[in-house]
């Protein structure tokens, strides 16, 4: 818990810096462009992933982004895929992508959404408060994720993990929240999320 919190400390100052002095566009020999071509792969240019199970990034809070990012490179929340991709980043590259993918606007995925699912979610989102961190509009704020729009079959599996203690540096609240809750209640809280 100390070294999260030594690490939260350093992205404070990390963007605190940033609003002074802007960070590059490169860090090394790699510029900004390349490394979101890399991350095309998975979450596509426009940052709103059509390939399944991979998170859209586009729209989400920017310092979630930045958080997530230096999680996954510190270990913290390990993802195995990302990590060839982020190990050799600095801090710089982490605040220009979270920029960057922070001002893309979000798009719903391909998935169909099924208006049942919708209804049964939003009745459930309400009744677990969702929206007192999400924000009613489910676009999240500062560490917490924006769930709308967000691919279903990553949301269903993300609540599927949270709630089977599954997901490694995860948040404890979310755990806490989707315990015990079906898996016909996590995919009509999904298909409400994308359909926001």
């Known amino acids: ?27 090394g020999d790699t510029p900004l ?3 979101v071509e890399s991350c095309a792969v998975c979450h596509a ?23 997530q990012l230096i999680f996954i490179r510190e270990g913290v929340r390990p993802v195995e895929a990302m990590t060839p991709f982020v190990k ?6 982490f605040i220009a992508l979270a920029e960057h993918y922070a001002a893309l ?8 959404v ?15 408060r969702c929206a007192s961190c999400h924000l ?8 917490i994720p924006r769930l709308a729009k967000q691919r279903i079959d990553y949301m269903y599996q993300v609540m599927k993990d949270y709630r089977d203690s599954r997901r490694k540096g995860g948040d404890s609240i979310m755990a806490a929240t989707v315990y ?17």
């Open 88 to 93: 050799n980043l600095k801090d710089e590259d």
């Open 1 to 27: 818990m100390r070294r999260l919190t030594q690490i939260r400390r350093l992205l404070a100052f990390g963007l605190a810096a940033a609003a002074i002095w802007p960070a590059p566009a490169v860090s």
């Open 180 to 196: 015990g809750i079906s898996d016909v209640d996590l995919l009509a809280l999904a298909h409400y999320a994308a359909s926001r």
């Open 114 to 128: 099924d208006p049942a699912r919708v209804k049964r979610g939003e009745a459930l989102a309400l009744r677990l």
């Open 136 to 143: 009613p509009s489910l676009a999240g704020q500062e560490q």
């Open 105 to 112: 606007p979000p798009k719903a995925s391909e998935e169909r």
């Open 45 to 67: 240019l426009d940052g709103n992933s059509r390939t399944e199970k991979i998170p859209s990034l586009a729209g989400q809070p920017n310092f979630f982004l930045l958080d």
């Open 33 to 35: 462009s390349k490394i």
